[in-house]
């Protein structure tokens, strides 16, 4: 077994954890995912381009392409992130929703209001997933330098994050 896979079997660890009372957020080193399967939906942000509140919404919404009457304000938002479910064009939904933001030490780092704000509603995306049977998760990817920073800043809005790159090693 390779590294990558066990990187993949760590990160749906997590995956598992996280659809049911275990943390949503999670920390890696690694700036890329693997392939988690078909049942997964995964999208990818770059921190650098989530610097501020509006270039956050800007973000979010391109990649799991919100609709067009998107109110760039917090209750849109939230109301957005939860459907991310809906089914596609094949009419499949997804077992898990997973936001991949990589260069995390980025990520609303002009906007601490709009951290702790975003930060908090990981837990009620989480949960609101978890209530129909499915997995909600953001991992945060950064360097070796930035990972303690990244973990403290979620620490400090109160939000438990897991270690990616040593879950479930002895």
Excluded: K
């Excluded at 957005?80 to 997973?98: E, H, N, Q, Y």
């Excluded at 601490?112 to 609101?128: E, K, L, M, Q």
């Amino acid at each position: 077994m390779t590294s990558h896979d066990d990187f993949g079997s760590r990160l749906r660890r997590f995956l598992d954890g996280a659809g049911n009372d275990g943390p949503a957020v999670g920390l890696t080193l690694s700036p890329e995912l693997p392939d988690l399967g078909p049942g997964v939906r995964l999208r990818t942000i770059s921190g650098t381009a989530a610097t501020t509140t509006g270039a956050m919404y800007t973000a979010f919404a391109r990649v799991w392409d919100f609709p067009d009457h998107f109110g760039r304000n917090r209750d849109a938002f939230d109301d957005c992130m939860r459907d991310l479910d809906a089914p596609d064009a094949d009419g499949r939904t997804p077992a898990s929703i997973v936001t991949h933001v990589t260069q995390a030490h980025r990520l609303l780092d002009e906007d601490d209001a709009t951290f702790t704000w975003f930060a908090d509603s990981i837990g009620f995306y989480r949960d609101h997933y978890r209530d129909l049977g499915r997995t909600f998760a953001l991992v945060l990817s950064t360097s070796s330098s930035r990972a303690s920073a990244v973990r403290t800043r979620w620490d400090g809005a109160g939000v438990p994050v897991a270690d990616l790159d040593s879950i479930g090693e002895c």
